[in-house]
């Protein structure tokens, strides 16, 4: 039981910096990121290539941030900052993020047929924990996501609350076209949230193999448990997010493991679900999310 | 007068609408006099619209309540207050810009066969309303001045035109009232006098109630019959055109700034 | 090379016929109603998995066939018996035919209204993400329910076109396709000149405005959903049909992402429109896939991954450059109305 625990802990940091992206991406540029489970998957690419190459795995938590955020920079000026400038609806930027995450699966999925064909192994199954360290009889994965985890909350709560360009971050969210008027450079700042976004998503992926087993469609797979996460938590709050992750990471491990003990094992098959109908649920009972109920108390 | 024209056909009681700490519209108590052409006018950011579109369903009012004819409309969706026979314009012209100046009347229509689910399959129990929709939509196009352009996109028209265009698809609702938000902003002169002329014609005939939200206090105060001037949310004055003029709080928050 | 060139033909129709009944539906649902249907494959994978689990059981009840095995869990010995019952009978391989075509269109509008409890209420927005995140549940609960399709196995589901000679089982197939997708394109393009089609068009270009004008729009979007939803259900069901097996794998590249693809190629809310985008985007398609064997010892990879590749660069082009597509929407105007108003203008 506490192994499932710590297990739960470990998904939901990850899940939890992962929906903290797409929160902060919604609030800034009003989208929300179909590409994420792309920049998850960079990250695990990053650490998977590190380790291939006899570098410790954990490295690709600072090298996945800069890959995936520069992913993610390039998603923002490729196709979202012209289609800005055109003043495209909102639908057509979702459709955009939806067209880069495919653009993106195809070459991740390149990526791992050349190394495939390269180092001949199976680059499909990116599995790291075996090499994982253990510290006090803990995991090293479950010590490295939930420190990284508070850490870079506080370093983003510093960044957005404690310097200007956190300011003026904080400005475009609030009013783009007032920050605008203001002087401060909105486009500038929009990327700057997604290479942040973009980052974070990485680290996480970068952390993932090492919790379980990857692959390139891991993205896909994650992509409703990250917004339902993020939409959990509530999209207008950026620290709504890792409430929502675990709520929903504790929920689809712990939960799940009690139940199949309840009820029945069965269940277990039908755990992958449990993301799908939390996030249907919550759209239609509390669409802004748990954050929204603790403020109006 | 006829005591049916001082029926009253529109009432607040005590409307409020807030947004966070901010109070749009406080305990505002009007009542409109049915076939009345009532002004609604104050500056900017008043409260005015928030007050129209707390009316129209499109918020919900924190306190007070709505009657339109006698009855509760308070919190309806704004599809069911337009069933009731109420129908506003919007101040920044809502087009739907990919259709024909003529369908985006047609759209306004009331109860149409076609719209159905159950009948939209057989033309012919609806082929005769529409064409009929269409007759009718063009007697308010010409009174519009929009004609020449029915079979234009929308979004083809101009700032003008697409006020213009509101007030059309307002007429064609067959509302027993209707609510313009500035009908005349953009629109040049001889065309605002024009609108209110038949906006008065139109009363005269069908006996339509207008509430009027306008700016342009030259051309819409010798129209109207009873005006409510607002400042910061509140109902500051009432009374006919000639007692608003003079009114010196009214001068003071309005006639003053112009 | 004969036989070649109309294996290919029939292929590529059969995929024209499937894809043309998808992105009528979604531009029913997107391009007149403008609900942002990131979640096509609920409906679509619906009607093919019901297909899957339904065929066989029908069939077992129309030809009042003896079979001992289990059509889902032993197909092939189920299949041994039924198939040359249907082979020698055409009537009740129609009967069965049109059978299944409902229950696939009536799984789909009910798939439909279970996507339209957040159709009603959402913003485009978090409505995109609940559609996009259902579109993947069909395929958990087709691995994970096993009497449903077998699990991950999938089924194989009788034939019900070969009484027609097994040589010609395919373009009877194809024909059949094309002939529903002509019917349901038709229908789309009335429905879009209806005052329906119109009070929905109104809904999409501006929510408020339709909406205080009397539109509701949870009845005009619960129309166009289930409309699109039924549409897609078909189309499923016959891509089964058509395969004459199914496993719970049907991807949202190929069923949703591509169906977004080609009516942006085409136009949105422009019927003509999507059906050009569609026959162009499944004749290149069909081209690469049916010489990819040409490629396959060049490139490093699968070539799968740069069909990705090329077809979201395509995708980002269009949405920077021709949102509006190949044939961009235009206000519809009867042309005997057109004339009578010429007239009666000029007469003046």
Not at chain 1, 4 to 16: A, C, F, K
Not at chain 1, 205 to 234: E, H, K, V
Not at chain 1, 254 to 264: Q, T
Not at chain 3, 167 to 174: E, G, Q, W
Request: aromatic fraction near 10%.
């Amino acid at each position: 039981m506490i192994e499932t625990l710590i297990s739960g802990i470990t998904y939901s940091s990850l899940l939890s910096l992962m929906a903290l992206g797409i929160t902060l991406l919604y609030r800034t540029t009003k989208v929300p990121n179909f590409a994420h489970a792309s920049f998850v998957v960079f990250g695990i690419y990053t650490s998977y290539t590190l380790a291939l190459l006899g570098y410790n795995p954990y490295l690709g938590t600072l090298l996945g941030f800069i890959v995936s955020g520069i992913i993610a920079l390039i998603l923002f000026y490729a196709l979202l900052e012209p289609l800005r400038r055109r003043k495209s609806s909102i639908f057509i930027l979702m459709m955009a993020t939806l067209t880069y995450d495919i653009l993106m699966f195809g070459i991740i999925n390149i990526y791992a047929d050349y190394l495939q064909t390269t180092f001949k192994i199976p680059a499909r199954n990116v599995y790291l924990a075996p090499q994982d360290f253990t510290l006090i009889g803990l995991k090293g994965v479950t010590i490295v996501s939930t420190s990284l985890l508070i850490v870079l909350l506080m370093l983003l709560y510093i960044l957005l609350n404690r310097t200007i360009i956190g300011a003026a971050l904080r400005a475009v969210m609030e009013n783009p076209s007032l920050a605008q008027a203001n002087g401060i450079n909105v486009s500038l700042m929009l990327a700057l949230s997604w290479f942040l976004a973009g980052g974070l998503a990485g680290v996480a992926g970068a952390l993932l193999p090492m919790y379980m087993m990857t692959d390139p469609s891991t993205g896909m797979l994650l992509i409703a448990p990250m917004f339902c996460a993020s939409i959990l938590g509530g999209l207008e709050q950026i620290y709504g997010a890792p409430l929502g992750g675990f709520i929903l990471g504790l929920a689809t491990t712990v939960l799940v493991s009690w139940l199949s003990g309840v009820i029945g094992y069965w269940i277990m098959t039908y755990s992958l679900m449990v993301p799908y109908i939390t996030l249907i649920v919550t759209l239609i009972f509390i669409p802004r999310g748990v954050v929204s109920i603790i403020l109006k108390r | 007068m006829k005591s049916i024209e001082k029926e009253i056909h529109l009432k607040t009681i005590g409307i409020t609408k807030r947004f966070g700490g901010l109070v749009a519209v406080n305990h505002v108590n009007i009542n409109v006099m049915r076939k009345s052409i009532t002004l609604l006018i104050g500056p900017n950011g008043c409260g005015k619209t928030t007050l129209v579109n707390t009316i129209t369903g499109i918020y919900e009012p924190d306190e007070g309540e709505v009657y339109f004819e006698g009855k509760n409309i308070t919190g309806l969706p704004p599809d069911r207050i337009y069933r009731e026979g109420l129908v506003r314009t919007f101040q920044i012209p809502s087009p739907f810009t990919k259709l024909s100046v003529l369908d985006n009347l047609l759209v306004a229509a009331r109860d149409h066969p076609g719209e159905k689910f159950r009948t939209h399959l057989f033309r012919r129990s609806w082929i005769k309303t529409e064409e009929e929709l269409i007759n009718k939509a063009f007697e308010y196009l010409k009174i519009l001045g929009l004609d020449k352009y029915w079979d234009r996109e929308a979004s083809e028209l101009d700032a003008g035109g697409l006020k213009l265009l509101e007030i059309g698809r307002a007429l064609m609702s067959d509302a027993r009232m209707i609510i313009l938000d500035e009908p005349i902003a953009g629109v040049n002169p001889r065309l605002a006098h024009n609108i209110f002329s038949h906006i008065v014609e139109l009363r005269n005939k069908l006996g339509i109630t207008f509430m009027i939200i306008e700016h342009r206090l030259d051309i819409a105060l010798r129209y109207s019959d009873y005006v409510y001037a607002m400042n910061r949310g509140e109902i500051i004055s009432s009374g006919t055109p000639d007692e608003i003029i003079r009114d010196e709080k009214v001068r003071s928050v309005y006639l003053g700034e112009v | 090379m004969f036989d070649v060139i109309i294996l290919f033909i029939t292929d590529l129709l059969a995929f024209f016929g499937i894809y043309l009944m998808l992105n009528t539906a979604l531009n029913i649902e997107r391009g007149y109603a403008g609900i942002p249907n990131f979640g096509l494959l609920f409906s679509y994978a619906g009607g093919a998995y019901i297909t899957g689990h339904l065929t066989a059981k029908i069939a077992i009840l129309l030809t009042g066939a003896k079979v001992e095995a289990d059509p889902i869990t032993q197909p092939v010995s189920a299949l041994m018996v039924l198939n040359p019952i249907l082979a020698s009978n055409p009537l009740i391989s129609i009967t069965l035919l049109i059978i299944i075509l409902l229950i696939g269109a009536s799984f789909g509008a009910l798939l439909g209204l279970i996507q339209l409890g957040p159709a009603i209420r959402l913003r485009e927005d978090y409505l995109a993400i609940t559609l996009l995140a259902l579109g993947e549940v069909m395929n958990y609960i087709a691995i994970a329910y096993k009497p449903f399709i077998n699990g991950s196995l999938g089924v194989q589901v009788p034939d019900v076109f070969s009484w027609i000679g097994s040589r010609y089982r395919f373009y009877l197939a194809t024909g059949i396709i094309l002939l529903i997708a002509f019917i349901l394109y038709i229908y789309a393009e009335f429905l879009g000149r209806t005052p329906l089609g119109r009070a929905m068009k109104a809904i999409r270009e501006n929510e408020i405005a339709a909406v205080s004008l009397g539109k509701s729009l949870t009845r005009y979007r619960a129309i166009a959903m289930i409309i699109g939803s039924a549409f897609t259900g078909v189309a499923g069901s016959l891509w089964t049909l058509y395969s004459g097996a199914i496993t719970p794998t049907l991807q949202r590249f190929d069923w949703t992402f591509l169906p977004w693809l080609m009516i942006f190629l085409g136009g949105i809310g422009n019927n003509l429109g999507v059906a050009l985008g569609t026959f162009i985007f499944v004749l290149i398609n069909r081209l690469i896939i049916f010489n990819k064997h040409l490629l396959a010892g060049v490139l490093p990879f699968d070539i799968v991954w740069f069909d990705y590749i090329s077809l979201g660069l395509i995708m980002g082009l269009i949405l920077i450059y021709r949102p509006q597509g190949i044939l961009p929407e235009k206000p519809y105007i009867p042309k005997n109305i057109r004339r009578k108003i010429v007239v009666s203008r000029s007469q003046e």
